[in-house]
């Protein structure tokens, strides 16, 4: 199979797993980039002494059977090092009531939400069994959405009583489980649940589809769990690279693909590219596997034929994701509170919930008896991308100095302890990453998008693949590696081969 050359678009988590599988089954694999480092979202920036997460700060999947120790196994890499998160998460819904603690012990989580929730134990309890349901299906490999035979002879067999069970609640969201089992007027929980599903969704759970709310909102408790990587984000990306060049893979940095033109029933894909120097390469492929956003295919594309421009519609017609402002700072651990947690959710109206995330000592983020903080908050591209150069910095000034105020008051910091302090916006966003407008996650796991109803990886165009978070099943490292997973089988099926990975 080494003649078989395939090529694989982006370098984030879904992109270098996909690669990592294909040059692992024997597939010849460049892997283009254009960043001038592997990680995309779950990257890495360091400010003189710090290493600051780009996005993603927490993982799923290092469990036994988890679909990071799956593939990892399989590709014969150590794990990178990394403890549970417990709690994964404290959520302070600004009250005056005493915070939530996302304990990692099932029986503990219970005792918490009916001490914070009373009376609510019917909703988790079906939710619980949504997701023993949802997690056996996907621990079985199914591809959704099937688009041919092959998909549902791969989906089928996975299905079992309780999926047909479940299935009557595809359509609905977590606000009609709150409705089903009469929990809905308790006005706490619904704000807790939509500050939890907004992290892992992009929506409350009027808008969350059920069946992804309901393994979400268990994904913290044990045989489960949320990790703390030691290093960095960047240590997943390392090791995906390290097993990508030792089985025969070629990356190529700094190397942006600009243009896409298709030969039609041949399969044929030339792929035009710049270097680094900016020399135009032009290079011929059977297959693309795209882990770009989707939004970026029309400007790919080169003179779409019928099909492809339908296609194009389509993808322009997509919802626009969300963007994020990001504050990244650090100060000395003995200013922040005692037992300080590693993940904190503050529930506010402007600018918004903020997500915290506050490295460990020696976590190599920053030096010993030093802290990085990261404190993000969901914004609107349009807000940000057509301001006019003094527009932007003002309001990047206002939102710096809103969310500066909300860490002090929240963990108690004098403003003269801090010793490194930034803004990201979805501008910032945009120039590393290389995503329209700065978007941040998928399509938002609402009922029309998820699952089933989705956007597919086996594109109406003969040759060309996409995985990501936009792709089932969503959001996280640990979603586009199970996206990656499935259109690396899809793929290889296609050309006559099988992918199978012990679970």
């Known amino acids: 199979m080494a003649n078989q050359s ?55 999947g290092f469990e036994k059977g988890g679909i990071h120790e799956r593939l990892f196994r399989y ?61 056996s299906f996907a621990s079985r490999d199914p591809v959704l959405p099937i688009r041919n035979f092959w998909d549902l002879s791969q989906t089928f067999p996975a299905l079992g009583p ?14 009609d489980l709150l409705k089903l089992t009469g929990c809905d007027g308790d006005q706490r929980l619904k704000k807790f649940l939509d500050l939890q599903l907004r992290l892992y969704s992009q929506e409350n759970s009027a808008n969350t589809a059920a069946l992804y709310g309901a393994t979400v909102l268990n994904i913290s408790q044990a045989p489960l769990g949320l990790w703390h990587i030691k290093g960095s984000m960047q240590e997943l990306s390392n090791t995906l690279r390290q097993s990508f060049l030792k089985d025969g893979g ?13 030969h039609g029933k041949s399969g044929i894909w030339n792929v035009e590219v710049l270097d680094p120097k900016n020399n135009l390469l032009k290079l011929i492929s059977n297959d693309i596997v795209c882990t770009l956003p989707p939004q970026c295919l029309p400007d790919l594309i080169f003179k779409p034929s019928r099909i492809e421009k339908k296609y194009m519609i389509n993808i322009q017609n997509l919802k626009q994701p969300s963007g994020a402002i990001v504050f990244y700072g650090s100060l000395a651990r003995d200013r922040l509170p005692p037992s300080c947690p590693n993940h904190l959710q503050i529930a506010c109206n402007d600018p918004g919930s903020l997500f915290l995330s506050i490295s460990n000592d020696g976590d190599g983020r920053a030096p010993l008896g030093q802290s990085t903080i990261t404190a993000s908050v969901f914004t609107k591209v349009n807000d940000w991308t057509f301001l006019s150069d003094s527009d932007y910095k003002y309001k990047k000034e206002k939102e710096f100095l809103k969310i500066i105020k909300l860490l002090e008051k929240f963990l108690y910091i004098n403003p003269h302890d801090w010793l490194h302090k930034e803004l990201s916006t979805p501008r910032s ?4 990453t290389g995503r329209p407008q700065g978007i941040v996650g998928g399509l938002g796991q609402r009922p029309r998008n ?30 586009v590696s199970q996206s990656a997973l499935m259109v690396c089988r899809q793929l290889m099926a296609n050309r006559g081969h099988k992918l199978n990975i012990p679970a």
């Open 75 to 135: 590709l014969n890499v150590p794990l990178p090092e990394a403890e549970v998160l417990d709690p994964s998460c404290i959520i302070d819904l600004n009250d005056g009531s005493r915070p939530i603690n996302l304990w990692h012990d099932p029986s503990r989580w219970k005792e918490e939400r009916q001490a914070q929730f009373p009376g609510s134990e019917t909703f988790w309890q079906l939710c619980a069994e949504l997701h023993q349901s949802n997690w």
């Open 429 to 432: 966003f945009e120039k590393w």
């Open 450 to 479: 998820f699952g089933p109803f989705g956007l597919s990886s086996r594109t109406p165009l003969n040759g060309l693949w996409l995985c990501g978070d936009s792709i089932h099943p969503g959001e996280g490292t640990a979603g």
């Open 250 to 262: 070629n990356l190529l940095l700094r190397h942006r693909v600009i243009g896409l033109k298709s």
């Open 162 to 175: 309780l999926n047909f069970a479940s299935g009557l609640l595809t359509t609905c969201s977590v606000l």
């Open 6 to 60: 395939i090529i694989v678009i982006g370098a984030g988590i879904a992109g270098l797993t996909a690669s990592a599988l294909l040059a692992k089954s024997g597939f010849s694999v460049t892997l283009l980039e254009a960043h001038n480092q592997i990680g995309g979202c779950a990257g890495t920036f360091r400010r003189g002494l710090y290493v600051f997460d780009v996005g993603a700060t927490q993982v799923a």
